[in-house]
């Protein structure tokens, strides 16, 4: 009798351990998701701002043509992307045309005095944080939901669980891979 | 240094130091039983009644409460943008919702955070820092108060005061209860008792109180390290955290209220000065965290 009952108790206590293993693959799926959800979000409030800036921008420099173009073109871009990896790619080049965009309001002051345009600088040096942090947050969750999957006990409910692994965002930015130059 | 390391390193201590109270509250009750035999047990549920009903009312209003008690007003996003959107940065980098953010009228540099989740979070700054920090280093301190947000540090902080309240007043009713009326259960009980267990429960209620504050205290300053090592995961920034408690080394304001029962929650403690002894501080010293944070910048 004895006997059945530590079985019995055993058993209980190993079904109850599956059941949190698995929920906490599910959780950190859901959490992926809305993760990802939050860098779409704040992709798109950026993408919002484009506008606005290149008409505010234009009305000051209205020559630098290549610039706004470049802006544009990555913008339509973004707003067609779905994959991590072309959202990722995408958000890059948005970066980098945006980047541009605001190396070449340094050379008018009348532009940089302007209270519209420090509005809209503000606006987009905040968005800038919220993207990036939005993309620390999503990694991170990937981190966990990966480790999740490959680690004991979790690992052995991947399939009921019916998750996989899943991408890193990863932003190509030149700025960040640039070799320092070497001179002789 | 990695900050995953000192995150799980500050939280085994502090989790450490709660099963500390928790087996400081079982050594009493032995004295109890040791002392004044069955019938001592009977005033341990008043004891802990008494003291969930003092802490629990003003841990489930503690946003409201708070905001009384400093005068500290909520800004909306059309008031202060700026600090929304700092604000807002930080929660995204911790995946919280945005918490109220008020402002308190003081010239001291200080910020708090308090909330019983963190869908009831605020957070508050004093008009003196959003004057003396620049945008990295306030955003240092607004990882630091989220992170208490992220933590739980409220209701961490509401189990400690509780444990601690419950533990002062059963000393006091036992000690009470020695002098006035304890002559007579103790002939009845205690003839076959140890002298030695009587004295060595003597001692345990009277020093139970201030074991229980010290554990307390020990408690709150490794949620404040805590707190620190979170907000450079939040941000991973150490550099813009050092800043602000830079600035805040520096600066010799204090915040006016020097209420004792809020000042554990500022991110810099207005009664902690040089001559409090380490051990009654509820923050650890500035320099001390400092140089944590130096260290996960990788400066020494």
């Known amino acids: 009798m004895k006997v059945i009952v530590l079985v019995i108790a055993i058993l209980l206590i190993l079904a109850l351990y599956a059941i949190m293993s698995r929920n906490r693959l599910v959780r950190a799926n859901i959490s992926v998701d809305e993760a990802f959800a939050q860098i779409d979000t704040q992709l798109k409030r950026r993408s919002d701002l484009i506008p606005n800036l290149v008409e505010t921008v234009k009305g000051y420099a209205a020559h630098e043509s290549s610039t706004f173009e470049a802006v544009i073109a990555a913008r339509a871009k973004a707003t067609t992307a779905t994959t991590v990896a072309d959202v990722a790619a995408a958000d890059g080049q948005l970066t980098q045309a945006l980047r541009g965009l605001l190396a070449v309001t340094e050379n008018y002051p009348d532009l940089k005095a302007s209270t519209n345009f420090l509005a809209l600088q503000e606006e987009l040096s905040s968005t800038e944080n919220k993207v990036s942090f939005a993309r620390q947050f999503y990694n991170d969750n990937v981190r966990t939901l990966n480790s999740a999957i490959k680690t004991f006990p979790s690992s052995l409910f991947v399939k009921s669980a019916g998750v996989t692994a899943r991408p890193f965002y990863e932003v190509d930015d030149p700025q960040d891979r640039k070799a320092p130059q070497v001179k002789f | ?300």
């Not at chain 2, 047990?41 to 802490?55: D, E, K, R």
């Not at chain 2, 540090?153 to 020695?178: K, P, W, Y």
Request: include cysteine; aromatic fraction near 6%.
């Open chain 2, 1 to 300: 240094m990695d900050f995953r390391k000192l995150q799980s390193a500050n939280k085994l201590k502090s989790t450490e130091l709660l099963f500390g109270m928790a087996l400081l509250v079982g050594v009493v009750i032995w004295a109890l039983m040791t002392y004044f035999g069955k019938t001592g047990v009977g005033v341990v549920p008043f004891a802990v009644g008494i003291a969930l009903l003092s802490v629990w009312g003003s841990y489930w209003t503690s946003d409201k409460i708070v905001l009384t008690m400093t005068g500290a007003k909520i800004v909306t996003e059309a008031d202060n943008k700026q600090l929304y959107d700092l604000v807002t940065e930080v929660c995204i980098a911790a995946g919280l919702p945005v918490p109220k953010i008020a402002i308190v009228e003081d010239n001291a540099p200080n910020a708090f955070a308090t909330g019983r989740n963190p869908e009831h979070a605020v957070i508050a700054f004093t008009t003196g820092i959003l004057r003396v920090m620049n945008r990295e280093e306030l955003q240092g301190v607004t990882a630091h108060e989220m992170a208490h947000v992220a933590n739980r540090d409220t209701l961490v902080s509401a189990i400690a005061a509780t444990t601690a309240g419950a533990l002062a007043l059963l000393s006091d009713f036992m000690l009470r209860m020695m002098i006035f009326g304890g002559g007579n259960r103790r002939d009845n009980n205690n003839n076959d008792q140890n002298p030695l267990a009587l004295i060595a429960s003597l001692v345990v209620l009277i020093l139970a109180p201030l074991a229980a504050l010290l554990l307390r205290l020990a408690i709150s300053r490794k949620r404040e390290a805590l707190a620190d090592v979170t907000a450079v995961a939040f941000t991973r920034n150490p550099t813009g955290l050092r800043r602000a408690l830079e600035v805040l080394a520096a600066d010799s304001t204090v915040v006016h209220q020097k209420s004792t029962a809020v000042a554990h929650i500022w991110i810099e403690s207005p009664l902690d000065d040089s001559k409090t002894s380490k051990l009654f501080s509820t923050h650890p010293p500035l320099a001390t965290r400092i140089a944590t944070l130096r260290a996960m910048e990788g400066i020494s």
